[in-house]
């Protein structure tokens, strides 16, 4: 104060009108010492009911994976936790590096040349897409599934929406949940921008006419998007190989916890096409060298497609993204190697399909309801046996198991049914367990143990 | 003397060996895989993966090494200053990062029973009333994932108003000053709406008789960051409230300034519609080399229905998830929001309470103007703006004598100052300052850090004139030397994957 030479730092509020100057204290707690500020939150927290504690058979886009130790120990060090963008690249060569190595390897696993160093999630990053189709073909129109997650489709639709983007959905097949190609072909015309769908589905389904829908939708000059769950892709065709344009999806399973649904890890990919490249959003890392080219280094490229430079122009507002998220993932892939994905992939298929298999044997259950493959999430459908998914979830709680998320608001046309979810952490004795609870429920025998225990 | 780790840390594409492992998942139980058999039988042929992903293969100890090293050649906040304008760079306490490994977040499902995630509901309802009380609005949305993402959804309920109201397709203009974050027109073109500059005053304050000629019946609203981006307070905020809202505008604050106000003075009380919060920035969340961070959103009573689902209810017993919100716009994101990172400030707000974050402001604004004070007669570097206002929690010098007269521009400034361990200030913005130097020094660096800088600020301009070459040819100290951007954005040269790279490589030879 003495160097400014000011008595009070009043003084240098001082051209903050008295009026807007807080006079009495905002209300506020109390400020805690460390220690109770960890006893707080920690006896605050220790009120959820987590899927360490009981068996949690929900995903729906956010799934429980493990993560192994190495990402926590990497994701901890502090020179990465607590730097900025990596705006001086000579000084955060490792933010740099660690986020090129995450986008080559998002390109091997999904077969696409080019990859941002994230987005913010999945849905934000399909509403990105959306723009980004419309922006390259200068059309208007979007083709989705039917069998979207809800939270997707309306998010798409509030960042389409000003851009004058219109999105159609697409009906699907009555016996398998396959896209009905016949309305594909109904509803594509020259107006349409993209062509969009997601593998797994939703609903945990994978699509299998892709080759066909990616060739009806290149064959109207429209851009095909696909939507992927990257665990799936160690034994799943990517699609790289079905000519996608753009691909998205959810890259929180690999290395990233689930936090309540939040941070989550957007995938953002294209092909190595300029005109492609150029109209991509978000952040982009290159590989370049020294200036007198003695050493390789990274740096933050394509940088005139953003904000700060472009300003209203420019391919997207976003700034800040999910980098450390990214990093995670880095590691979780570089741990995991091709051989570790095919071993990722069978494992959640395996259980996933043995869960399925086990209650599909209960009578008066039908699951799934699409005759289709599932990858690691399936529908359980109850109308057989007179029950409502929440009550079934209400009792299936009481004996400490986590039922399936309730979908039978978002898609009433599949009456009362949920949406299960089984990855490696679910043990084939959870498995059992939750087959066993669920046949004591819909045969009644619980009923009784129920109302008692509520 | 500073000198960062220089590895010879090759992509880790080319570590490792085939066949090697590190991380073995988990594998299905024996009576599973028996009675499924072989997975190709449930898999359509068309739809098997029948190439390998060509992913690297590392043991877990490479892994390690590998990105250990990459740590050591980074630079945060924990290394030293790091006074990036408008990025408000503070101090990440350790307990907030304790508290967001617990299991009993990192382990819940958003879509668990509401009986089941009782705590963390009640966590973010008080997060959510604490933040409108600090920003003076009457509800706060935690959904956006970040700064830009909070003015995507500010753009969009300035589009939901005006709709509601009938006039939404004559109110196609958001005005914004000269001197605005790139994502403040970025964000609103986003929404729909066409962008208007107006010019800042000599003052460096938005110019009254512009914003005057400006407004109109297609203004939507006016997007002001407040202290703005040259640290000066808006001295007219009663004058341009009126001015927007008598014109039938919003007021959107832009909250990427707000450190300095904390507990002084609230957006809300000054007439703002819309308010929001960079956690990352003013409730010392960590950047994470560029995110995740939060971005919630405050609004007034008039606009609260407009906001995102669900919205967090409280009966008195129970916290739920209230999705019966017929006026919402929707949602700008999957689930409810960055959980983790607004855990964080929760601790954090906790941690200081209203005197602390008082206590934050008042500091963040001292450093700055003692910065500003012991820069002030650094050879070549002037403070355009009015020089005798206080500035509040940033300061902009230009470059531009120094650069007429030394050729040592900006960056070169930029490159040098990492030479000494320090992180350079924000360059080349806001852009109504030539070759600026924009300083935000934050409350967190003792006196003898502060020193630090400005003594090596003075030396680089004095060797500007006296050895150009050294700070021309900067960094030295780093782990690469300068490098080539330009290559790096050459279609010919370009790579932005490893295989793109190993393609342009083929094709060279």
Known sequence: ??????????????????????????????????????????????????????????????????????????????????????????????????????????????????????????????????????????????????????????????????????????????????????????????????????????LGFIEEQVKEISREAHAHGALFIVGVDPTSLGILKPPGEYDADIVIGEAQPLGNFMNFGGPLLGIFACRDDMNIIRQMPGRIIGMTTTQDSSKHGFCMTLQTREQHIRREKATSNICSNEALCAVASAVHMALLGPEGFRELGETIMYKANYAMQRISKISRVKAPIFNSTHFKEFTVNFDEAGQSVEEVNKKLLQNQIHGGKNISEEFPEFGETALFCVTEIHSKNEIERLAEALTGILEGKSDVQASKLG | MFKQASWDEPVIFSRGRKGRRGHIPPKAEQEIRQALGDLNSLLPKNMQRTSRPRLPELSEVEVMRHFLRLSEMNYGVDSGLYPLGS??????????????????????????????????????????????????????????????????????????????????????????????????????????????????????????????????????????????????????????????????????????????????????????????????????????????????????????????IPRIGFNGTRYCLDYDKPHSIGKIRGFYGNIAVLLRAYAYILSLGNEGLKEVAEVSVLNANYLMKKLQGAKGLTLPYNSVRPRKHECVFSAKLLKSETGVSALNIAKRLLDFGLHAPTIYFPLIVEEALMIEPTETFEKEELDRFTENMHKICEEAYTTPETVLQAPHNTAVSKLDEVKASHPRTMALSWRMHLKKNAQKT
């Open chain 2, 87 to 308: 990025c408000t760079m503070k101090y990440n306490p350790k307990i907030n990062e304790l508290l967001a490994s617990l299991p009993s977040l990192n382990m819940l499902n958003p879509y668990q029973d509401e009986s089941t995630v009782q705590g963390i509901l009640e966590i973010l309802y008080r997060l959510e009333r604490w933040l409108a009380e600090i920003t003076g609005t009457h509800e706060v949305c935690l959904q956006p994932a970040a700064g830009a993402h909070g003015e995507l959804l500010g753009t969009l309920l300035m589009r939901a108003h005006h709709k509601l109201n009938g006039d939404y397709e004559k109110r196609s203009e958001i005005i914004v000053p000269d001197s605005a974050h790139g994502t403040n027109p970025a964000s609103a073109a986003m929404a729909g709406f066409n962008v208007v500059v107006v010019p800042s005053d000599d003052d460096g304050c938005v110019s009254l008789g512009a914003l005057k000629a400006a407004v109109s019946e297609r203004t939507a609203g006016l997007m002001l960051t407040n202290p703005n981006t040259l640290g000066i307070f808006e001295k007219n905020i009663d004058e341009i409230a009126r001015i927007v809202h008598e014109a039938g505008g919003l007021l959107y604050y832009d909250g990427a300034n707000l450190n300095p106000l904390l507990c002084k003075a609230r957006p809300g009380d000054m007439g703002f519609d819309i308010v929001h919060i960079n956690i990352h920035k003013t409730f010392s969340t960590p950047h994470g080399g560029g995110g995740p961070g939060a971005g919630p959103v405050g609004v007034t009573e008039e606009l609260a229905k407009f906001l995102p």
């Open chain 1, 1 to 202: 104060m003495q160097e400014i030479g000011i008595k009070s730092i009043d003084e240098l509020y001082a051209d903050i009108s008295q009026k807007y100057r807080l006079k009495k204290p905002l209300n506020l707690p109390h400020a805690l010492s460390e220690f109770e500020v960890k006893r707080h939150v920690e006896a605050l927290l220790s009120k959820n009911k987590t899927c360490n504690d009981i068996p949690v058979f929900l995903g729906a886009g956010c799934w429980p994976h493990y993560v192994p130790a190495v990402v926590r120990e990497i994701v901890q060090r502090s020179e990465l936790v607590t730097s900025y963008t990596p705006y001086q690249p000579e000084i955060s060569q490792g933010m740099l590096q660690a986020l090129f190595e995450y986008q080559s390897m998002i390109c091997e696993l999904t077969d696409m040349d080019i990859v941002n160093c994230s987005m913010y999630d999945w849905a934000s990053a399909l509403g990105e897409a959306a723009r980004m189709a419309t922006r390259i073909t200068g059309r208007k129109e979007i083709l989705i599934p039917k069998l979207i997650h809800p939270e997707r489709a309306v998010t798409l639709q509030v960042y389409a929406e000003p851009a004058g983007i219109v999105t159609e959905k697409l009906v699907y097949d009555k016996e398998n949940g396959q896209i009905n190609t016949d309305d594909l072909k109904g509803k594509i015309s020259n107006k349409t921008a993209a062509v969009y769908i997601e593998n797994p589905s939703y």
